[in-house]
Structure formats: structure tokens, C-alpha cells
């Protein structure tokens, strides 16, 4: 399967908490890719491309569910147009998959007064981020009002909408939107492909959260993942992910272990400080690693 990374709205997404870091990542596409939507079973969507991260919905029999904005207001607004062509019915709710400026700072093209569902780290560093920012201040109105703790599960017509919390991963307000009945998950930025997975440590975010994550989707009766930043993915590419994250804690562990430094660590993984395009750079998996297996507690 061709696999495709929106990098494009995760270099935006991270723009203002990059730590400098080289993306283990290709090269990336600054233009953004066109808005698709895509069906992938029963009443539920998918919506790649544009501006930001994938996100999707889900149609009930009075109204629909939308799980996550674009970044901008005008790519939403696309998306909403999108969704009128495929049902008259008005959209009421919103889950938010976690605080990332790719999944939520196009949420002002929704109307006021729905039902937003999301984990009160995400509420938390939404509302940090939309506060400081004199642009995003609007954006206080679509804070998450229905908090997910753990478990939650809700109807949507026939549909039964799991909502699942299984701990920090890539921020520590994850939260996954599963579909029993068509056994589809959307993850959010659980899960990438092509690249390693990001992790916010200053959201909370960890890398033996996130397998913990990962694990906890092997175990969902569901066959298709739908991920913020890749096509819809399966089983195998979460197990895939799995092990190289567990090979990569386990080498840094080992190496800790024989005394060597942070330097000779990234040497051994090859990682170099070189700035990633506009000169950022992310924090990779390895340093990440590093840092967790030697932060005092
Ligand atoms: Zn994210």
C-alpha cells in the first residue's frame, strides 16, 4: 500500500514547540495536498489532505460526528461542504483526538453549541495555546465540554461510538474514536508511518505510553486504523510500528547500561543535529528515549 505523510501540516503543527532536531523523516511536501474524502465503511469517513492533519466522520441518522478540525478555518469549511454533499443532516458533535494546532485550530468553522468530546490534558493545552495567541482567542469557544476520562460510549443513530483513553503517548491526551460495527479506529497521531512517531514530551507525551497505545489498538476488534497522517492503515503497519519502537528503547537501554554518553548514543543511531527544512528540527525517538530512561523521577 502507498502509504502518504501530510507533512506539510505537521511542520506547521509543530512550528511553535520544535525543539531544534532533525526529522527522521523525507523530504516535505509544502503544498498541501488536496482535500479527498473517502469512504470506508458503512457511515463512516475519511478526509485527507488540505490544510493540517486527516480527520474524518461519521453520519448518524439525525446528525453527524466529526473527529478532529483542519488546521485553518478555510480547510474545514471545505470539509463541511464536502459533507453536505453527502448528507443533508446538520453536524452536532465533535471528539478531538488530541491539542495539536494541525487537528484543532481550524475549529471555527463550526457552528456554536456542539458537543465537543475530548481529555482534559487536550482541553488543558488547548486552552493554553488559544489563549496566548490573540488569533486563536476565538478558539477558546470550542474547548472539549464532554471530558473523557477512560472509557465513554455514545449512540449516533445506529452506531455505537467507543471513545478510548489508554494514557500519554504522543501527547498524554489521546484519545481514540472507535467503531465497533466497522471495526475502524481513528487514532489521531498515534500512529505514523515511513517515519518515527512524534512525541510532545512538553504535552505529556511517552514512548512507552505510546506502545502501550499501540498495543492497546492490536486489541480492538478492528481491521482499519485512520491516522492523522498517513492512509488508512492495518494491523500489521501498527505491529510494524510496535517493534521498532520497542527495538529502539531496547539498543538505548543497552547502551546506557555500557556508560555511553548522549553524543555516542545518537552517534550509534546516526542521528546528527542538522535542521530540518525552515531550520527546525524535532526531537527524534532516540533522543526522546534517552531522555526518558535518564530524567530523574
Ligand atoms: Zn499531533
Redesign the pocket.
Known sequence: MKLIISLAG?IL??TAIAPAGPPSSPAPQLQPQPLTIQKIRGNVYFAMGGAG?NCGFVVGDKDVLVIDSKMTADSSRQMLAEIGKITPLPVRTLAL???????VNGLGAFPAGLKIYGHARTKKDMEEAFGKDAALKPLLAYLPNEIVADTLEFKLGADTVRLLYFGPA??SGDMVVYLPAEKTAFV??LLFVGRDP?I?RQKGGNSFGLVKNLKGLLALDADTYLS??AAPLKKADIETLVKSIEEKQAKVQTLLKEGKSFDEIKKAFGITDQPGPGGMRWPSLVEVIFQELTEKK
Open positions: 505537521l503543527a509543530v492533519a483526538t488530541h491539542s495539536d494546532a494541525d487537528h504522543h501527547t489521531g497521531d512524534l510532545h492523522g497522517h
